[in-house]
C-alpha cells in the first residue's frame, strides 16, 4: 500500500519523462529503420519465378523474353515448365508451331509484298482453316518470316541467351512421365527435373512470379 | 538531343533487333568491358531508349548520354 502510493506520487514526472524516452526512441528507430531497410532492399538481389505452360510459337515468347531481360537486370531466374511447355526445353525447337485455328486474335497478315498487301488482315473462318491441309504449317510459316522480318529473335536464341544469363530450367518430372518425354529429348542445360514441391518454394521467395 | 562521345571502348551494332535484344547484347557486351569503359550502342529499336534507362537504373552501369539521329538510337554506357 505504502508503495502504491509512493508511485502514484510521482507518476506525472515519470509520465513525462516516459512519454520523451518513448518519443526520442521511435524517431531514432524510425529513422534507423527506415536507412537499414534502405539499405537492404539495395542489397538485395531481386528474383523471379516463371511457370512456363504453353508449348506453341507465339506462347513461348513471353517466358524468355521477360527471363532473359530479367536475367540481364542482374536478377535470379528460375522457370519451371510444365505440361506442353515441355516443348520449349527440347533440343529440337523447330517442330514449334502457332495455330491461327481457335486463335481469334491472332493477327493474319502476310509478311511479304507491297505495304497495302500486308496490311490486309486475313479474316478465315476456323470452318475453312480447319478444312485446309497444311494451314497451320502455313501460317507458322508466315509467322517465323514475321518474327525474322521485324529483328525479333528466334526461341532457339532467346533460351539461349537466358541459359547464359544464368537463367536456371527447371523441368516438371511428373508431365516429363505423363507425356512418355525422355530427358534426351531436352537440352543439357535443364538444371533439374522436380515437382511442384519443389518449386513452389522458390516461387515463394521469388519477389515476381509468373504463371505463363 | 546530340550528344557525342567519341572516347568508347567497345561498340554494339543492335540496329534492326527488336526487344529484348539489344538489352540482352548491350550486358553480354558490358561483360567483355572492365569499369569504367565506355560502350556505345547503336539501336533501331524506339522502345530501346525506354529500356536502356531501365536496364541502366537497375543494373547500376550509368547511361552517359541517349540520343537519336535520323531514326537511329545511340547509347553510351559506362561500365560500373
Same mark, same amino acid.
Given at each position: 500500500?505504502?508503495?502504491? +502510493?509512493?508511485?502514484?506520487?510521482? #507518476? ?11 518519443? *526520442? ?18 542489397? *538485395?538481389?531481386? +528474383? !523471379?519465378?516463371?511457370?512456363a505452360?504453353?508449348g ?23 522457370m519451371?515448365f510444365t505440361?506442353?511447355g515441355l516443348e520449349l526445353l527440347k533440343k529440337d525447337l523447330? +517442330?514449334? *508451331?502457332? =495455330? ?7 493477327? !493474319? ?34 509467322? *517465323? ?14 533460351r539461349?541467351?537466358?541459359v ?5 530450367l527447371i523441368g516438371c518430372q511428373?508431365t516429363v512421365?505423363?507425356f512418355?518425354y525422355k530427358r534426351e529429348d531436352f537440352v543439357a542445360d535443364v538444371k533439374e527435373y522436380?515437382?511442384?514441391?519443389? @518449386? ?13 | ?10 561498340? #554494339?551494332?543492335?540496329?534492326? #533487333? ?14 567483355? #568491358? ?13 522502345? =530501346? ?5 531501365? @536496364? ?16 537511329? @538510337? ?7
Amino acid at each position: 500500500m505504502e508503495m502504491q +502510493s509512493e508511485k502514484t506520487a510521482v #507518476l506525472p514526472v515519470n509520465a513525462d519523462l516516459d512519454r520523451a524516452i518513448t518519443e *526520442r526512441v521511435d524517431a531514432i528507430l524510425d529513422q534507423r529503420l527506415e536507412a537499414k531497410l534502405a539499405a537492404l532492399k539495395a542489397a *538485395r538481389v531481386p +528474383s !523471379m519465378t516463371i511457370i512456363a505452360t504453353k508449348g506453341t510459337l507465339d506462347w513461348a515468347y513471353p517466358p524468355f523474353i521477360l527471363a532473359s531481360t530479367a536475367a540481364a537486370l542482374g536478377w535470379n531466374v528460375s522457370m519451371f515448365f510444365t505440361f506442353y511447355g515441355l516443348e520449349l526445353l527440347k533440343k529440337d525447337l523447330s +517442330s514449334l *508451331r502457332v =495455330s491461327p485455328l481457335g486463335n481469334p486474335a491472332m493477327p !493474319m497478315k502476310m509478311p511479304f509484298g507491297p505495304e497495302w498487301f500486308k496490311s490486309i488482315g486475313w479474316n478465315i473462318p476456323n470452318a475453312v482453316q480447319s478444312i485446309i491441309p497444311g494451314f497451320e504449317a502455313f501460317a507458322t510459316t508466315m509467322m *517465323r518470316q514475321t518474327i525474322k522480318n521485324n529483328g525479333v529473335a528466334d526461341i532457339a536464341e532467346l533460351r539461349e541467351l537466358s541459359v547464359e544469363a544464368g537463367v536456371n530450367l527447371i523441368g516438371c518430372q511428373m508431365t516429363v512421365d505423363l507425356f512418355g518425354y525422355k530427358r534426351e529429348d531436352f537440352v543439357a542445360d535443364v538444371k533439374e527435373y522436380v515437382g511442384a514441391a519443389s @518449386f513452389l518454394p522458390m516461387a515463394r521467395d521469388a519477389d515476381v512470379s509468373l504463371f505463363i | 538531343m546530340e550528344v557525342t562521345i567519341v572516347n568508347f571502348d567497345k561498340e #554494339l551494332d543492335a540496329r534492326g #533487333l527488336s526487344c529484348p535484344l539489344p538489352i540482352l547484347k548491350t550486358k553480354k557486351a558490358l561483360n567483355d #568491358l572492365t569499369t569504367g569503359q565506355v560502350l556505345k550502342v547503336v539501336a533501331t529499336d524506339p522502345g =530501346s531508349v525506354k529500356d536502356m534507362q531501365a @536496364f541502366s537504373t537497375q543494373t547500376g552501369n550509368p547511361l552517359l548520354s541517349s540520343a537519336e539521329e535520323n531514326k537511329t @538510337f545511340v547509347f553510351f554506357m559506362q561500365k560500373k
